[in-house]
């Protein structure tokens, strides 16, 4: 059981140029998998050609197979992966409805066109505002929220859907310090307890560091690094690749530069 | 720059916010009996949790928004008495989301928009656009059309926009938000070259990184009003953490290791090794 | 702009993991109005509505408005809306203001002047049928407006969803009605961030006609760069899976409603045919 891209190139319609690959990735349940790269390194294209919108809604070339829990993505409706693969896009504002009176309903817009039963649609709204702490926004209008507060009803929402996998695009570029940390750790419990495989982009790699098992390092389309995440943090390659390093190991790095050998200190300071 | 930019680029005024509160129209207090003065040329990083009014503070300089109390001075002068299109010519405000201004087929055609509003032709407004792309990195894109470009870079974009129209006071509301690594650094250098020019530069943002690394002076905004207001080695020191915290921010990794390993006040990673190694030479 | 209620308390439910708290269906998502004309099913509002236009227009004479209006204003005292109906009337002044000129002072055939001022002649006739055609405008957007102040647009949707329509219909509508209120915001913040650039936007006309660009250029660009991803997050929402879409809140549509709904079409088709068939005007 796990999401499976192999050997994955795609191109943009109009575009004779590979946007993303080769790629070969795997996402099994309950794992984090992180993704870093410079901007325009082919971050979105991955998230888009995963999560089966590329090329099934926006067109283009495919070549290679994604495989989600053994079963062909082509062969697979966009409703059909949307429930197996849950998306979630840089900003918030294009994500809502915009057709909703509330963020109860928003959250609840997924469930319902899956056709649930009421009640069920209501367990899981409730579930997915708990999961991220945000039950107090349930009565608000949508539109009238902050961009991190939107940020996180576009989670709940996506959650709502209780797919096997989650591809999130950057969830977190907006939000501040504080709501980053509870969107880091509400998608740890969210792989927790429901088991899904979570792909994250992030170019804040300190939340890499927090949250992901192992990570990849894009770099104009094609895989440049893997590996388990500590492993390639610590890569004095990131650098190259337009990736900053987690701010421990960038001290560690200026300590060096400077000549010093003060690993022992900073090891018992931070911990 | 020639001569001629250089003179027309006058003195930056002094700031000040006198016990400025601002409730916007739905009732949301956003700003209250707030208290700041920012002197020319100095380099100033507002920082706090989404909400706690940063925007809505720096909205208040070029006169977008008006204060329901108190009174914004520049240079002693009331803000109040003048047209936002006149505001344009001393602040320029580089928005957080760059699709909410970008009105043109090409790079070159959406940097000249802002001086020409000002006056600016011919030689003088070229020299401007080539000076602002080169500092934002983008000078091979002259003609690219913005929306072929990515999210990140249309940002580095408004900012070269606003950049184009030598103000003497420069904001940047959250600069650094969906950046890279080098368009970090990018934003980085704007900010030390303009400090480097007299301006007064002014960024909303909540990357403690940045504020520490990058600016002389850092304002802590909580519920409206300002809790910390000093040099970054002051402001994250030890001693306002709680104040920090219960503005929900934390400080930088640096300034926790330093005050740990108890050498003082290290906000940023430079001042971290400058401090380990003066303590330990023979390591160094 | 709120202060961000994000961050949970270290004590609350919502940091620790483990039990969610299910507060079922909340009262906000199923509210009810209340009062006579407020709680009747929205197909029943809208067929009432269309009784009043038609009445108003196909029956001749004073009748037809006059009635439509008693009626109006029971309903509106009743189901407090008469400031609503103020507003409407404030804003259809302009429009009633020119037909009372245009047809004051060229009626074509009328021969009854009320004075003479050299060329201009204002007209009884004229006066008569301007009142007329301004009470019938004035009563018939009173009469769309009732029943449009009256119904919250999730209900007249969700009611529609009951009858059949399809959830691309439903989004279609609730998106356009949205639609409105969103540009005006964003044309808003587009402004802010063009004003800050030195465009002017107070001055001599030709100024602001210059204006236009840097404001629709924006908002034009932004709603085509959006359609592409906002159909990616439909599609991520399910949207377009089969079946019907489960409805949260539904109107109750009670035999009143229905007995209301058959009686206003039943008069509207009488209203047709008897002014069709030339009985009546």
Known sequence: MSLDLAAVRYRYAGSSSVALGPVDLRVEPGMVVGVAGANESGKTTLCLVAAGMAPGVIGGRIEGSIVVDGVDAATLRPHELAQRCGLLFQRAATQLTHTTATVFEEVAFGPCNLSLAADEVVERVWWALGALGIEALAPREPTRLSGGQGQLVALASVLALRPKYLILDEPTSELDPAGTALVADALVRAARETGAGILLVEHKTDVLARIADEMVVLDRGSVAMRGPVADILGDVRLADLGVEAPAKVRLARDLQAAGADFTAELASALG | MSAATAARTTAAPTIEFEGVSFAYPDGTQALDGLDLRIEPGETVAIVGQNGSGKSTLVKHLNGLLRPTAGRVLMDGEDVRAVHVARLAARVGLAFQNPDRQLCAGSVKAEIEFGPRNLGIRGAELDERVKAALDAVGLAGEVDTNPYDMGYSRRKLLAIASVLAMLTPILILDEPTTGQDARGVARVGSVVAAAAAAGRTVIAVSHDMRFAAECFGRVVVMRDGSVALDGAPAEVFAEPHWPELRAANLEPPLPAVAGARLGLGSTPTDATLVAALVELAPERG | ?281
């Open chain 3, 1 to 281: 702009m709120e202060r961000s209620p994000l961050v949970p308390d270290p004590g609350s439910a919502a940091s620790s993991p483990g039990l969610p708290r299910n507060l079922g269906l909340p009262e906000y998502v199923t509210r009810r109005p209340s009062g006579f004309y407020r709680t009747l099913n929205p197909a029943t509002k809208l067929a009432i509505a269309a009784l009043e236009v038609v009445t108003v227009f196909l029956v001749p004479g004073w009748l037809g408005p006059i009635a439509v209006l008693l009626v109006l204003a029971v309903v509106a005292a009743a189901s407090h809306t008469m400031r609503a109906l103020a507003v409407i009337g404030l804003a259809a002044s302009p429009l009633v203001i020119s037909i009372m000129v245009v047809n004051l002072f060229i009626l074509p055939g009328a021969v009854d002047p009320i004075f003479r001022a050299g060329p201009i002649a204002p007209t009884w006739s004229g006066l008569w049928f301007g009142l007329l055609t301004s009470t019938r405008l004035l009563v018939f957007s009173s009469a769309v407006a009732l029943a449009y102040v009256t119904t919250p647009v999730d209900d007249l949707l969700a009611d529609m969803s009951r009858r059949g329509l399809g959830r691309r219909g439903v989004f279609v509508v609730g998106a356009a009605v949205q639609m409105v209120p969103r540009t005006i915001e964003r044309v808003g913040e587009i402004m802010d961030a063009q004003r800050a650039r030195g465009m002017d936007t107070e001055g001599r006309i030709w100024r602001r006609a210059r204006a236009i660009v840097p404001l629709a250029a924006p908002v034009v660009f932004g709603a085509l760069t959006e359609v592409e991803e906002r159909t990616m997050a439909l599609e991520a929402r399910a949207f377009t899976a089969p079946g019907r879409q489960t409805q949260l809140r539904v109107p109750a549509d009670r035999s009143r409603d229905r007995a209301l709904r058959w009686a206003a079409l039943l008069a509207l088709a009488g209203v047709v045919v008897l002014r069709l068939s030339g009985r009546v005007g």
